[in-house]
């Protein structure tokens, strides 16, 4: 079993920036590809980045964060980042983590095998 932990959520101004961390337990963390959702009250979970188990530049990221966010992620360790820049009020949701035994990146959800219980970021105007 694979547990992970979210933090580092919490109320900016736009404009601001937030750093969230999620830990990972349970496994060898490389073997995962690690994924960042996020879900807005009334609406679908949404991908938001994803990287690769060995990281680097093999990244990938919803159009409407590329150039303000980064994922990252630390295999000594064993978590993955998310920097966030130049928030916006429409990035306010409750973002996630998840793991996935998978070679590559990937934006579906439903390929991730393990989430964590996510952390809230808010964005006033």
């Known amino acids: 079993q694979v547990q992970l932990v979210e933090s580092g959520g919490g109320l900016v101004q736009a404009g601001g920036s937030l750093s969230l961390s999620c830990a990972v337990s349970?496994?060898?963390?490389?073997?995962?590809?690690m994924g960042w959702f996020r879900q807005a009250p009334g609406k679908e979970r949404e991908f938001v980045a994803a990287?690769?188990?060995?990281?680097?530049?093999?990244?990938a990221y919803v159009d409407s964060v590329k150039g303000r966010f980064t994922i990252s992620r630390d295999n000594a360790k064993n978590t993955v980042y998310l920097q966030m820049n130049s928030l916006k009020p429409e990035d306010t949701a409750v973002y996630f983590c998840?793991?996935?035994?998978?070679?590559?990146?990937?934006?579906?959800?439903?390929?991730?095998?393990?989430w964590g219980q996510g952390t809230q970021v808010t964005v006033s105007s």
């Open positions: 349970g496994r060898t963390f490389s073997n995962y590809a």
């Open positions: 990287i690769s188990r060995s990281g680097g530049a093999n990244t």
């Open positions: 998840a793991a996935g035994l998978l070679l590559s990146t990937t934006d579906t959800a439903r390929r991730y095998d393990y």
